[in-house]
């Protein structure tokens, strides 16, 4: 067995907790039964508080128990597996809570908490939420979350937001989001683990409508209705002015006249992205798993020069702007070498495959080395969660959002290009430069 909530289903658990001290290396792990299969979710908050006991025999275990179980469910070199993750990434830990009458898995990966200890808030750290397929191998979807929730302190850092960096992902069925119960679960979960999240990849931005309007929580944000809008178009906005800004860094102009785009994911922040790059003479090759959806797009803008393509094909075709917008991990020590553009810069998290910063300034040192320009993402990608701290913390409005990130980002992006050319270094080192000592 390799599944840590399948070891929570088997022993009738409702909690696993890692925390890791990376100053001592030193790890502590909580098992625990913290509910009844049969607790109503539908009556939080109103019956109950996500600090509530819910049962009269709570159970749980210390770390000396807990290694015991795994051990006798033979999974101690999964365990040790996840804790290298955690150590490698200098992660706080990880929560992970199963509802086992509706089969949701919820995690929340928190990386650092440092910035937010101060900011007066219930939550101390802030990042998105993605929902998973059910039968997503579980250590992918660790990984992927221990990876993202790193990024996140490094990019609200870079934004300027007084929040440290988390993950939450979650996988569950599909139709099962408007019900009540799940709704409640889910902000019984989030305000438990002391997190602001907006809805990420596979989640509607209206769960965080749903959430405020039925009042289970205001730790979601990012809604379709909310003042400032939902979070795509701001963070495509902001990619697209620090796109514009390395290019001038390299070719001495702002405009992207006659470039060519190659861009991956026609999602709410790759369209928002598309139709910014359009408003220059580009031409676009986009590629999406929804072909159907580029179809749409080229049929929408017939006038443009957009062609569709296969995401096999688009990492490696010759273009000016390789700009991946969808999932991360996509560039590698493998294709590095086979790569033809000149930039890479999109939106995508995570976008070299890298489990630590170590690995990652490799890569980037790679990419550099074939005088292909790139930043680590987390330093310009920067808008959503300015749009998640502006609706949070200060009831912002569209336009007071935009001009933040008119201030912010382009500014941002040039002096750090800047810093690392006199430096002699890549972006990505400078980023991490200057970040590290107020992360950690």
Partial sequence: MKCFFELLDQKGLTSFKIRYNYKTDIFRFELAKEWEKETDFSLYPSAFSERDILIQNTVSYNTEECVKIISEAEMMEYLQEIMQLIRKGKHSGMEMYYNKKKKIKFVLYEHSTKRGMMNKSQATVCGGIRRHPQNLIEKEVLEDGLNLSRAMSFKNYAAGIPFGGCKATVQMEGNELYDRETLGFLGFVIDRSRCLVAPDMNLPAMLADLLKEERITMQCVGGEN?????????????????????????????????????????????????????????????????????RKFIQNHSQKRIF????????????????????????????????????????ANNQLRAASPDEELLLAQKLMDRDILYQAEWWHNTAGVICMAEEYLYDGSAETLFKKIERIIPTATRENLQEAARLEITPTACCYKKSEAAIY
């Fill in 308 to 347: 569709l393509t296969k995401n096999e094909e688009l990492i490696e075709m010759k273009a000016d702007i390789l700009s991946l917008c969808a999932a991360g991990g996509i560039i590698n020590e493998n294709n590095i070498p086979r790569l033809n553009c000149r930039y890479i810069w999109g939106s």
């Fill in 226 to 294: 909310a003042k400032i809008g939902s979070t795509g178009k701001p963070t495509a906005y902001g990619v697209y002015l620090s796109m514009k800004e390395a290019v001038y860094h390299k070719e001495g102009t702002k405009s992207l006249q006659g470039k060519t785009i190659a861009l991956m994911g026609l999602g709410a922040v790759g369209k928002n992205l598309a139709e910014y790059l359009l408003e220059e003479d580009v031409t676009l090759y986009i590629a999406d798993i929804d072909e159907e959806k580029v």
